[in-house]
């Protein structure tokens, strides 16, 4: 059983939301989960993330736009998308199990993977 399970994204005109959802069937709810992506021939990125339930991080790109959060009685991780832009346009990835020391949007920092949903926005 895959450890990180995602769904939602797809396609949507610039302006316009999607949403990511991962649920987590090996970490506690707690646990320090985040949202990478990745567009083509360009790094992974950090795009949110959430710990303990409460504390949020956001890259600057995306502030005020998306909304990370948690359902602990799910062991699920959102990610709600406004406004969204063409340059938003990637592989989204969730991630759990996160080492100490490391900044929580970098993507060194975790050691477990989602499998990726695409998000693309149009003009």
């Known amino acids: 059983q895959q450890p990180l399970v995602e769904s939602g994204g797809g396609s949507v005109q610039a302006g316009g939301s999607l949403s990511l959802s991962c649920a987590s069937s090996?970490?506690?709810?707690?646990?320090?989960m985040a949202w990478f992506r990745q567009a083509p021939g360009k790094e992974r990125e950090g795009v949110a993330a959430i710990s303990t339930g409460i504390s949020t991080y956001y890259a600057d790109s995306v502030k005020g736009r998306f909304t990370i959060s948690q359902d602990n009685t799910r062991n699920t991780v959102y990610l709600q998308m406004n406004s969204l832009k063409p340059e938003d346009t990637a592989m989204y990835y969730c991630?759990?199990?996160?080492?100490?020391?490391?900044?929580?949007?970098?993507?060194?920092?975790?050691?477990?993977w989602g499998q990726g949903s695409q998000v693309t926005v149009s003009s």
């Open positions: 991630a759990a199990d996160k080492r100490p020391l490391y900044w929580i949007l970098s993507p060194d920092a975790y050691n477990s």
């Open positions: 090996r970490y506690a709810s707690s646990t320090t």
